[in-house]
């Protein structure tokens, strides 16, 4: 089902009406329910009629979980992400949740606590700010993965990453900040960091900005301690750190670009991953051309390759989204 296709006042007479507050069989109850695949009303039902001794406020308790989702992020109108949790199976988990809880049925609450919030990005879409309940923040880059528990704060701080992201973590001391990054891990107290998972080698790459940070393996068994300014690099294969001499490196967060001499090859793997730009040089000696540039401030894709081009007299076409360049 689309739940984007209902709107907030819609989802406030959808509960009424359930809650049976409102009688009668709306047009908007029937297109509902009968859209709806995961029995969200005759579950609803059942929660109802599960104890006739106290009276159950299912509004109110959709207001709670609307009230969380709103806190946690998760059903923010600007971020442009897929939430992994849609309108109509949260409010069947979660609103079921708050009531059995207030029954007194804690277990279901423990469960419900338990949950993953799963927060991605398409190939489109970056720099999507993701604010977590302990005050730290995370931004992602495109196709990228943030998975985290709905309880994440109260005992521990752990969060999985798939892709690239940004992290700058509130300080605590008694609760170490985790990133399982698949091949590797990466632990702080407080600091800011950059995590790519999805390198063509499948190494974890971790760049420190401040503070420091431990990256580890996945068997426990190499560790690599970073200070500011470095870039560490785990794999099973290839481990260790370096310091970093990339000025561009941290460009998919700003979109800010500078270059002094860097061949054209390597501007088209930066434009690819800042700008998702796809560019091919059709003569191969355009690639070995060195560039010195302007520094390039989140303009459009066109005024960049136009940008190029007249660098060093060229042409282009595009066929799709991919610009060929070509010698005049």
């Not at 907030?8 to 049976?20: G, H, K, P, T």
């Not at 798939?162 to 008694?174: D, T, W």
Request: aromatic share 8%; proline share 3%.
């Amino acid at each position: 089902m689309n739940t984007e296709k209902f709107t907030d006042r819609d989802w406030e007479e959808l509960a009424a009406a359930l809650s049976e507050e409102k009688g009668g069989q709306s047009e908007l109850l029937e297109k509902f329910l009968s859209e709806d695949g995961q029995n969200t009303g005759e579950l609803w039902k059942k929660l109802r009629d599960m104890n006739d001794d106290r009276e159950i406020n299912v509004d109110k308790a959709w207001d709670k979980v609307y009230t969380r989702l709103n806190e946690s992020g998760t059903m923010t109108r600007k971020a442009p992400a897929r939430i992994l949790f849609i309108r109509s199976r949260f409010m069947k988990i979660a609103a079921a949740a708050l009531i059995l809880l207030s029954l007194g049925i804690v277990s279901v609450y423990v469960g419900t606590q338990n949950r993953m919030i799963v927060v991605a990005t398409a190939d489109d879409q970056k720099n999507l700010e993701v604010a977590l309940p302990d005050g730290s923040t995370v931004i992602l880059n495109r196709n990228t993965e943030l998975s985290y528990r709905a309880n994440f704060g109260k005992s521990a701080r752990n969060v999985s990453l798939s892709g690239e992201a940004f992290f700058e973590v509130a300080p605590n001391a008694e609760k170490p900040f985790t990133v399982d990054a698949g091949r590797a891990s990466v632990k702080v107290v407080g600091t800011s960091f950059n995590v790519i998972t999805n390198n063509p080698d499948s190494a974890v790459e971790v760049y420190v900005e401040t503070g420091k940070v431990l990256l580890s393996g996945i068997n426990g068994t190499s560790n690599i301690m970073l200070d500011p300014g470095y870039i560490g690099i785990m794999d099973t294969e290839l481990t260790g750190k370096t310091l970093n001499d990339n000025p561009n490196y941290m460009s998919w967060k700003t979109g800010v670009l500078i270059y002094n001499g860097q061949i054209l090859d390597v501007v088209f793997r930066d434009l690819k991953r800042i700008y998702n730009m796809n560019i091919v040089a059709d003569d191969p000696e355009i690639s070995s051309l060195p560039w010195v540039s302007p520094p390039i401030d989140n303009q459009s894709q066109e005024t960049i390759i136009k940008l190029i081009c007249g660098s060093f007299t060229l042409s282009y076409s595009k066929d799709g989204n991919v610009y060929h360049l070509a010698k005049k």
